[in-house]
């Protein structure tokens, strides 16, 4: 049973089961938000959907009393991980008064929180590249060793803001991950039409910096990497880039019909991939997990989420007064 | 006439511009396959195939450099920005490049290009999708500014748009593309740029206003009328070049001006209105200008509670004309 | 009191700030090793090291994005824009991040940076280095916009920002930078952010200003004196917070209102300042309140005779002064 | 004498000696602008010392009746072969009303010249790249096969538009040249403090297109990556990023003290490199010219020069008026 993949990367079984939690809780958490967006109960879903490996395999790899967080719109699991709680996701779906991430004033998928240093997001892609930077570069000055992490899609990783913030970090040295997730569509547009030459970790050497592909259905796969960028970053050896490949297993967001660019089949294809699939089935074949722990597991999910989506429906909306606060430090 | 949605009006205008110019091109994200994600370009790809309607990479500022570059050279590219908050990645390219081009030049370069961008609030789109962003533009000479409110405009003016010779940013309300509908001409027609339009004639209190604040506008005036005050309504249409004239005659009509609009109160393009008729009709003045707009807020929050709060509507709006008429 | 100069005093609060706290630190195109292009951050390397004093790549986005994440951590980072103009490129990091940070966050996050900015013309500096660029940003809610004229306003607002919790834009009329002297405290002081000065008492006409015109205009009273024209000189100092119980007084003072910038007219502050006083003082008016500004085109040109006449100065001011008296 | 490096690159003595010529007169030019300006002649001098083998090499390898581009401002030499002449620059340089670049609406080093297909270039760096691409695509909506090509400094390659330029030509596949004139130093900044990885070459693979390092202090071997490249992007098979390594011989502008950030002894050195100096003795060891010849062309060049000068000197300024026309058409 010893040297399974995990306990070679140095994770228990407690640990890889707990990866599993995160990642599945990701995962009914989004796939309640489709259902109450059907139902007319929240205006907007953006998901997770076919990421959760990277994002929890990601945080797993990281500090969590310490390291930094510019997460993007999809991160769901990496900021569970981080501490952010199913309520939290389900009073931001609602836009309730209690939403940890902006109080209802952003759309759901607009992480910020300062109790797990996540620092707040927008939706124009790939600004949070620099604050990642920022606050890699004050790290530096400051002389601690905490490291910052930010993600993004493989779309957005061709603005401008990509080249900058990876031209900083690597003149300066910074400890900061890049980490890309590459789920083979921006909206509409495939990869193919998107990015030239085809890769995003190939653009790491331009920078000096290590670029590592990895599988993003594999959440040790990605703990692995972003163990080593950590690593190396907190070692004052700088900067990394990762791309790690998945694929998007539902619709952009709850605004879009995926139909119209991308055959059922080929969706149907990538699902036989599932991250969640996957990782369960190395689970049970590594004989960490059985059948009774998972459907344990997914019943507490279950009314973990159940908890959280009634307490948020029931939360206070903010009063309107509050659209005129905060606008400058009061 | 037949009667068409504000955003088929879009469609419409791309789709007869593109049969009767080989140089017209449209390019944005997801423009192509998808159609755009308000649908604004559905069917051209199919019509016009990939070269005529081109889905580029998620990059604002090579859609405005690339189309600079394209209409320099002699092609008439009608770019969409996906929504109007995303165009500040492509600030550098318009403000320094489009803007400046013919003027840098003396005249020897120009760029015929239009930008478009859905814009405005309303749609639960929260604060990056919600944004008005003309204010950024309407004091950079060398760009035109156009902002239609009803698809008859939308149309006529996006085809004066693509067939201008200098830059044009054509901002749509995004709220308007299903919920306004009207008659559209079946034979071709053009609305000038830089002509506003008296939508409403009324003696008591002059609104002057754009986009979807408008029809707020226009559904106040009927309501007011119930209670006796007359309004009158010009629809601005183009911002710049401003219709001043038609701004002076407007303010004439009534000696009492609301100007209203989406975008924040300070900074946003009422208080250049305001400040020309303070210049130019001050003895035409029976009471001082007023405005009404969105809070000095950055930006429109997602909570219902609060859109709304931000959001004008014919009932705000109605009271303001009312504290007016009554001034 | 000492007498220094305008970029002497913005060297001097640089350098009393980041000795007085740690966390403060510069950033920005050749601010490092050659002290910044118009020296303005001269010495600052030898004295705090080059972690404290950055040279950045030639990237304005990340000079703003960077300082975004470095203030969100805790940081002071007070960022060079080499020239106003350049700011174009940072316009989405600033518009849509810096000043959205905090209220997105619902309070939760904020980024106290400041971005110095060397603006305006005079300069021979041709379109691109001659820009007043305060009207794209005057209308976007969350940031802080000041614009100080003479060495002590610019010692103590510089230091205000960089303990401001807010972003601030610190703009910098470069014409002043060696042009203008003046008294400055030895000992520490601040001037706050949104207040206006009355920088000369007067009677007949309120002149309204900000940065190199403000100059004009003093001179401008001067000359009116002799011909018994008192003015009265209103300097802004900080356009956003804007400072409107001074805008009112000032108008009060005198009935009669000349606004003056050398940012364009259209779409300029001037605009805003404008529709403000007629909204709240329009009984106060004996006049029309009047703009001079810029022209409406899209930057200054190089060469002598057109850069002069693009600017203003003391005559054309004077000009523009006697003529609202003589109303 | 036969199978000197030129005769291989199928260029004649004439072509060679031509290409000299242009280098000196960019070189002459270059140099009675700095007199003036510090004689208080004109307020302004941009320069391209240094960078004279960059230009005329990948100009010479384009075709000047079709090809178009879009220039940085330190392009002298460029728009010299593309068919400006040398009143043309002083005429600028004085800011005179018959400037054709921008009737002096623009500082000297702004180039644009419909005459040429000289896209009108601006200050704010990189975003001339951009423009290349457009006129790119416009030549393959249009099945044309001419070819644009853009510069840029090292410095200027870190900003985003570069990124967003090489990617969106590397999709689409575009014939566009984009070329880096590196030379050491941005204004105070030198390259180690500027670009992560220290090469832009490398970049080039990150957008799928060949990138090549070349010695730009000699003109045969710009002229041969730029032949090649726009060869390859005629027969339709894309772009190609050239640096091209020089040094600048002189301050940034006339604005700058280069002595507050190099040492003397560095320029001194990359004077010894200096690529007049070098093709010239390319051009005596292979018989081309002599010093008679040489001599006569400095005597010649001289005399444009003076001519040029004093035309433009004495030329009228813009009207006032002026300052007022072209926002839009009219
Ligand atoms: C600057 C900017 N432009 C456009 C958009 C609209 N938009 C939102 S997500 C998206 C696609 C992003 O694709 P990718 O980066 O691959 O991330 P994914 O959604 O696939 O995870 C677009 C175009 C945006 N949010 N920001
Ligand atoms: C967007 C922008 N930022 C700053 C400047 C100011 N500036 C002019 S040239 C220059 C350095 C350019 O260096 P490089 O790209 O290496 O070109 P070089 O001048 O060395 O040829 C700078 C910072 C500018 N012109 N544009
Ligand atoms: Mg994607
Ligand atoms: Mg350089």
Not at chain 1, 49 to 78: H, S, T
Not at chain 1, 141 to 164: C, I, P, R, W, Y
Not at chain 1, 288 to 307: F, G, H, R, T, W
Not at chain 2, 44 to 66: H, N
């Amino acid at each position: 049973m010893a040297n399974e993949r995990h306990d070679e990367l140095g994770l228990s079984d407690e640990q890889v089961l707990d990866m599993y939690r995160y990642m599945l809780l990701a995962r009914k958490i989004d796939e309640r938000m489709w259902l109450l967006n059907r139902a007319g109960k929240i205006p907007f879903v953006i998901s997770c959907q076919g990421q959760e490996a990277i994002q929890v395999g990601a945080a797993f790899a990281l500090d969590r009393d310490k390291d930094w967080l510019c997460p993007y719109y999809r991160d769901l699991g990496m900021v569970l991980v981080f501490g952010q709680s199913s309520k939290d996701q389900m009073l931001s779906a609602f836009a309730k008064a209690e939403d940890p991430n902006s109080g209802g004033r952003q759309m759901p998928g607009h992480y910020g929180d300062r109790r797990f240093r996540i620092v707040s997001g927008s939706s124009p892609v790939t600004t949070q590249l620099l604050h990642a930077v920022g606050v890699a570069l004050a790290a530096k000055m400051e002389k601690k060793d905490h490291v910052a992490l930010t993600t993004f899609g493989e779309g957005s990783s061709n603005q401008g803001d990509f080249h900058e913030g990876l031209n900083f970090a690597g003149v300066h040295n910074l400890p900061v991950i890049f980490m890309c997730e590459n789920n083979k569509y921006a909206i509409s547009v495939p990869v193919e039409k998107q990015l030239a030459g085809g890769s995003v970790a190939a653009r790491a050497q331009g920078y000096g910096m290590p670029g590592v592909q990895v599988d993003g259905n594999d959440p040790l796969n990605v703990f692995e990497a972003v163990k080593a960028a950590a690593d190396q970053a907190r070692r004052g050896e700088g900067p990394t880039l990762i791309e790690a490949s998945s694929y998007r297993l539902v619709p952009h967001s709850s605004d879009d019909d995926d139909r119209t660019y991308r055959r059922a089949e080929e969706v149907e294809e990538a699902r036989k991939k599932d991250p969640l699939v996957q990782f369960k089935a190395y689970l049970m074949d590594a004989g960490v997990m059985d059948e009774e722990k998972e459907s344990a597991l997914n019943k507490e999910i279950a009314q973990e989420v159940d908890e959280a989506t009634e307490y948020a429906e029931k939360a206070p909306y903010p009063d309107p007064e509050q659209t005129h606060t905060h606008v400058y430090a009061e | 006439m037949p009667v068409i949605s504000y955003i088929e009006a879009v469609t419409q205008a791309l789709r007869e511009e593109m049969q009767r110019d080989e140089r017209v091109f449209v390019l944005g994200e997801d423009v192509g396959v998808r159609g755009g994600v308000f649908r604004a370009t559905a069917g051209l790809i199919e019509e016009f195939g990939p070269e005529r309607v081109l889905d580029t990479p998620l990059t604002e500022s090579a859609i405005a450099g690339v189309s600079i570059g394209a209409s320099v050279y002699g092609m008439r590219p009608v770019a969409e920005m996906q929504f109007a908050d995303f165009i500040m990645p492509a600030v550098n390219q318009i403000v320094s490049e489009a803007a400046k081009m013919r003027y840098r030049s003396n005249n020897s370069w120009h760029c015929p290009l239009v930008i478009r961008a859905p814009y405005g609030g309303g749609v639960h789109g929260a604060l990056y999708h919600s944004q008005s962003v003309e204010k950024i533009f309407t004091g950079v000479p060398g760009l035109k500014i156009v902002t239609p409110s009803t698809p008859h405009d939308v149309k006529g003016l996006l085809i004066s748009a693509i067939r201008d010779e200098d830059p044009v940013l054509f901002f749509e309300h995004k709220r308007c593309y299903r919920l306004i509908k009207g008659e559209v001409p079946e034979e071709e027609y053009t609305v000038p740029i830089g002509k506003a339009e008296v939508k409403r004639e009324g003696t008591d209190v002059t609104v002057i206003s754009y986009g979807l604040t408008l029809h707020f506008a226009l559904k106040a005036a009927e309501e007011l009328e119930k209670e006796g005050i007359s309004v009158h309504v010009l629809d601005l249409r183009t911002l710049i070049p401003l219709d001043k004239e038609a701004v002076l005659e407007a303010v004439a009509k009534t000696g009492k001006v609301l100007i209203i609009h989406e975008d924040n109160l300070t900074g946003g393009f009422g208080g250049e209105v305001s400040a020309i008729i303070s210049e130019q009709a001050f003895f035409e003045l029976d009471a001082p200008v007023r405005r009404l707009a969105g809070p000095d807020v950055p930006a429109m929050p997602y909570s219902p509670p609060l859109e709304k709060e931000f959001m004008l509507n014919p009932e705000k709006v109605t009271n303001a004309i009312r504290e007016l008429a009554e001034f």
